[in-house]
């Protein structure tokens, strides 16, 4: 930074400052990040929370999303602050109640609940998200619930459908 751009009692904010070289601790990387979505349909189980078989990745900066388990695993070094998010289309085209959650290590950690009355417009998104701390080694995955005995529709696959992803927003 050029000394004349230093005022005797602070930096004024209103100058143009030219850098040559390295800004650092500026911002976060907001990684790791991962955005994986449903390859190919997913039939509706009714009565019990569904992994989401988000299979297919978009992102995964840090190769830390298993597309086996459909899992988010925090790698080692990146424990902190984390923004989730799960999106999902459905078909099905009667009266039911729906939650998506999030489970952390197995159990559930978060859930956003609705209940749907489509009418015969199937084929809507819903979406929640959140933020969450993490540890080295904790694991996230995305969960449906459909409130219907043996539902009929399905999840709606596509890289702009049915999908789960996330971003680490702080370290800890």
Known sequence: MAIDK???????LADNFAFTGT???AGEANT??????????QSLVGDAYALINADTELLDTNG?????NKRFTVPSGHAGSYFWYIIIRETYDTDI?????????GSMTQQYRV???PNGNAGRCYQTSGIIELAVGDYVDARYFIGTGSPSGVLDNGSDNTK?????????
């Open 6 to 12: 230093i005022q005797s009692e602070s930096i004024n």
């Open 23 to 25: 800004v650092s601790g």
């Open 32 to 41: 790791p990040a991962w955005n994986a979505y449903l390859g190919s349909q």
């Open 64 to 68: 830390a999303y298993d597309t086996t």
């Open 97 to 105: 109640e729906l939650r998506l959650a999030l489970y952390k290590n």
């Open 115 to 117: 209940q749907l009355n």
């Open 164 to 172: 789960f992803g996330g971003f680490k927003i702080r370290g800890s």
